[in-house]
């Protein structure tokens, strides 16, 4: 794979940004709470500039990985520090930024607490970062856990309704999955012979015999399948969605569910090519009854975080979709609809936020006719619902779209199912925007102020997000076929 | 120029003779006592540190001073220094014993120090009973008579027995090789390892070590021995005195390690038990000293792992996971001494509030036991990597597999420990910990240690690395 070292780390530049972020936040003391929102807001922001100015500036023509930076860490285990990004890291990376930054504005009215909140947030989003641009499986799993454990304080302290449940279930899934991961991680190190933990050196074809992939695929599989909600094993995520406190909902389900997906893409499938392939038909049925499961009992919810968490099982089903496709169009869409999935559920957990805190209620009967006394804020949220729906020109379309073309080619009937589903789903999207948003206004919720434009900021950012990448997805596309042909065209 | 090997047993021979005319005078002031032990237990890791390049054979080749002594030596110096250092309150040992106490404890070191130098059947089996014996007597120092008492006899019978089974297994193995020192055995027990005796020989002489790292079946005191001594103590058996017996049984098991995987099997079977026995168990404490009992007693069968690779890389991982643990297990105690007060033990839910009463405790707390999980970026993690890789590398895929489903159990009561300190709130209003700035710096250096080394391991692992060679 070619690879061209970076004139100056960037990416090392986020990392010690959040963990510079982190620890100015921990000697900032606890009262002087706007000072702690200042500068998560500003270390925040830099990440997305950071991750902004590598989305340009990757040479696409090029390809491959750039931005590279390699060192030596245990030698004798043959551990580097290896950071780099392609085709398939940088939307990740953007994405991270994006909602990292619009995830601390969204939780500026903040005031339990606010030193710990922001200097966990902080943790889980180097962590999230880190996962996105490391090559070397020692960081990768380092990253991975460190993206996790913060999850439990953050729900379990800030968060709402059974959320000491919810976050002890959610962590406890999650690092589940990590012992499935770690077993996978050394077997094929061990495998190997190499004696590293160098991804690209790993990558090499050949390495591992088709029984070896075959087996560590499935180990990574189910590992990174927990965190990326696939059937059967999603059931953390509502409950997990629904108990997180607003900020932590938007990075958990904007971009933690992604690491899942992104774990199966950069090492399952990456490290066990054939033993992808040999799943593929899997994979496609689990992600196929996730979406048609997730729509279907998405149907039923009154809450609407629940409604959310259901749609995002079934969005993250159309991921999983995608990559058994093993067509570059699927691949293509896959990613497309990893990103565009996290900046729209961050948009829905976010507007929901707001709702919310407003009307300390969630449940959609006793919203009803919210329009009418917030038409800004209930703005954001349909325009979410229509994203999730796969309207046109709105980002998560050509995602859908992609993944359902080559599906149709490769598995008709489970691709059928999966559009079906999507109809459902759109019923049921637009059944809660209309009870919820539409109707008779409810006099109890008449004194309630609508967002203003100062709050709305992060709100209007995802939204140009969305319209950005839904009138001109080919900035995303682009990006990605740098990896994805060569990768399906290298395949075994 | 000698003796000058024999230096760090014979700097705390000398420390305990201070101890032994200081316990003779007529009670003193007890801060008196307190900083005597702190600068002796300082100065004894600097004695430590400097010979921990010599090399040697002592007493007609019954004591081996090696890297992997020396290494040892120092982890334990340095593990007494941290304990003396949490000695400030000894709320749990009758005033006038004081002096008795770090008595016991720099004998308790002494007697392990020789115990990870001796490569003589009988010498290591009264080095085995000189630290036990220190340590009986500690734990009948705590003053509330009941829950002391039960855990001195609990303590001492299991002891016994203990050393009962290994004295025997001793015999036996003798009787059947006539060989006494570790060097003959490693030459004569691999041709006879089938033998029924020689197996049975071998497995009763390293009951004694398993009493000492509480390896199932002979954890049955560890949980009363941690609710029940003074909370010092109890740090003490926790990390210092693990770390010795993990030294030795290494050391055991790298000798009977040739020809046979007879033991390696019963050993695989001993570590899967310990770690379910003692995660299960923890699920349900409400106690934290019981619950950090059955952690030891899971951690014991992940050390386990390491040492039944039979290889170097795994002996380097057991070494830095020993480490690992000795690190860990201390901040927890840290912790745990500072909250209690009284010497009493400390209840889970007595940590209600602590990130409000001292962040930085709750913080160290929370590091600690995430590292026991083995959750990066801690120690814990990188320990359990190497032990993992190791265990790889040997084919053991089950039986890290199994391991990491330990994991997750024991993570489940860590995580409730964490809620305790994080969620819950006092019924009462409870007054900020007063935690002096020389403990705040341990805490501080504990914390950035374990973080650290967790990261940046190589040094240490390089060192474990070196230290493994001479025992193979």
Not at chain 2, 165 to 193: C, D, H, R
Request: with cysteine.
């Amino acid at each position: 794979m070619p690879t061209a070292y970076a004139d100056f780390p960037y990416l090392t530049a986020i990392l010690l940004n959040c963990v510079i972020g982190l620890l100015v936040i921990l000697f900032i003391p606890g009262a002087r709470q706007t000072a702690i929102k200042w500068v998560s807001a500003v270390c925040s922001g830099i990440a997305l500039i950071l991750s902004t100015y590598l989305f340009f500036a990757y040479d696409k023509s090029l390809g491959g990985l750039q931005f590279a930076e390699k060192l030596s860490w245990v030698p004798s285990l043959g551990i580097t520090y290896f950071n780099a990004a392609d085709g398939f890291s940088l939307p990740m990376l953007l994405l991270t930024g994006i909602v990292f930054f619009t995830a601390v504005l969204t939780m500026w009215e903040l005031e339990y607490r606010v030193k710990e909140f922001f200097a966990l947030t902080f943790l889980l989003v180097s962590g999230v970062f880190g996962l996105f641009m490391s090559f070397d499986l020692f960081f990768i799993f380092i990253w991975y856990d460190v993206s996790l454990f913060p999850m439990y304080l953050l729900i379990a302290v800030w968060g709402s309704t059974r959320k000491e449940y919810g976050a002890m279930k959610l962590t406890l899934y999650l690092l589940a999955g990590s012992a499935l991961i770690l077993p996978g991680m050394i077997y094929l190190t061990v495998q190997s012979g190499l004696n590293t933990f160098n991804l690209v050196t790993l990558m090499q074809p050949g390495l591992f015999t088709p029984f070896q992939q075959k087996f560590a695929f499935l180990l990574f599989y189910i590992g990174f399948g927990i965190l990326a909600g696939v059937w059967p094993f999603h059931t953390w995520s509502p409950v997990g969605h629904v108990a997180a406190p607003t900020g932590v909902s938007m990075i958990h389900a904007g971009v933690l569910m992604k690491i899942g997906a992104f774990g199966i893409l950069r090492i399952g499938m990456f490290l066990c090519p054939q033993g992808w392939q040999y799943w593929a038909q899997l994979m496609a049925l689990l992600a196929a009854v996730g979406i048609v499961y997730g729509a279907l009992v998405g149907l039923k919810q009154t809450d609407l975080k629940f409604v959310i968490g259901y749609s995002s099982v079934s969005h993250m089903g159309i991921v999983g979709l995608g990559l058994a496709t093993v067509t570059v169009d699927g691949l293509n869409g896959a990613v497309f609809q990893m990103f565009a999935h996290g900046i729209m559920t961050a948009l829905l957990f976010s507007s929901v936020g707001y709702i919310y805190d407003r009307t300390h209620t969630r449940m959609i009967g006793e919203l009803g006719g919210l329009s009418r006394i917030m038409p800004v804020a209930s703005g954001y949220f349909i325009i979410a619902a229509l994203t999730g729906i796969g309207v046109p020109f709105l980002a998560s379309f050509w995602g859908e779209l992609l993944v359902f073309i080559s599906s149709f080619r490769v598995y008709p009937v489970r691709g059928a199912m999966a559009v079906a589903a999507l109809v459902i789903s759109a019923l049921f999207m637009l059944r809660v925007v209309q009870k919820a948003f539409y109707g008779p206004r409810n006099e109890k919720f008449a004194q309630l102020s609508d967002i203003t434009l100062v709050l709305g900021i992060p709100r209007i950012i995802l939204v140009a997000v969305i319209v950005i990448f839904g009138i001109y997805p080919s900035l995303m596309f682009d990006m990605i076929d740098t990896a994805s042909i060569p990768f399906v065209n290298g395949l075994p | 120029m000698q003796w000058l090997l024999f230096g760090p047993e014979l700097y705390f021979f000398l420390a305990v003779v201070v101890f032994t005319i200081m316990a003779m005078r007529p009670a003193s002031d007890s801060r008196h006592e307190y900083f005597t032990a702190l600068v002796l237990a300082a100065l004894g890791m600097v004695v430590c540190l400097a010979g921990v390049r010599s090399d040697g054979v002592l007493f007609s080749g019954t004591y081996r001073v090696d890297l992997y002594s020396q290494v040892f030596k120092t982890m334990l110096s340095m593990g007494l220094f941290l304990v003396v250092c949490i000695c400030t309150n000894l709320g749990g040992v009758n005033r006038k014993f004081h002096s008795e106490f770090y008595l016991l404890l720099f004998t308790s070191t002494l007697a392990m120090m020789m115990l990870v130098s001796a490569v003589h059947l009988l010498t290591i089996y009264v080095a085995l009973e000189l630290s036990s014996y220190s340590l009986y007597i500690l734990v009948a120092l705590q003053r509330r008579q009941e829950t002391g008492l039960e855990a001195t006899l609990k303590y001492f019978l299991v002891g016994v027995c203990a050393s009962a089974a290994m004295l025997f297994g001793l015999a036996v193995l003798y009787g059947s090789v006539k060989a006494v020192y570790l060097s003959e055995l490693v030459q004569v027990l691999p041709t006879v390892i089938d033998r029924p005796l020689v197996v049975i020989g071998l497995l009763l002489s390293l009951g004694g070590f398993f009493f000492k790292l509480a390896v199932f079946p002979f954890h049955f005191w560890a949980p009363d021995v941690y609710q029940g001594a003074p909370n010092q103590v109890a740090a003490f058996i926790a990390s210092a005195s693990k770390v010795a017996a993990v030294a030795i049984l290494m050391r055991f098991v790298a000798v009977g390690s040739g020809g046979s995987t007879y033991l390696a099997q019963v050993l695989v079977v001993l570590a899967i038990v310990s770690m379910t026995v003692g995660n299960l168990a923890a699920v349900a404490q409400k106690d934290f000293n019981r619950l950090m009992a059955y952690s030891s007693i899971a951690h014991a069968g992940y050390v386990l792992i390491g040492i039944l690779c039979m290889d170097a890389a795994g002996y380097a991982a057991t070494i830095f996971y020993a480490l690992s643990l000795m690190l860990m297990k201390f901040t927890c105690f840290l912790v745990l001494v500072m909250v209690a007060g009284n010497g009493g033990s400390l209840q889970i839910d007595q940590l209600a509030g602590l990130h409000r009463r001292s962040p930085l405790l709750a913080m160290a707390l929370m590091l600690a036991l995430f590292g026991l999980a083995g959750i990066p970026p801690t120690i814990g993690f990188t320990g359990k990597l190497l032990v993992f890789i190791a265990a790889m590398q040997q084919g053991y895929f089950t039986l890290v597999l199994i391991a990491m489903i330990n994991v997750v159990i024991s993570l489940y009561y860590y995580m409730l420990v964490i809620k305790a300190a994080y969620l819950l709130e006092p019924p009462n209003d409870l007054p900020a910990l007063s935690v002096s700035p020389p403990v705040k710096l341990l805490t501080g250096t504990l914390v950035t240690a374990m973080v650290v080394i967790g990261v940046f391991p190589t040094y240490v692992i390089e060192l474990a690395r070196a230290a493994a060679r001479f025992i193979i």
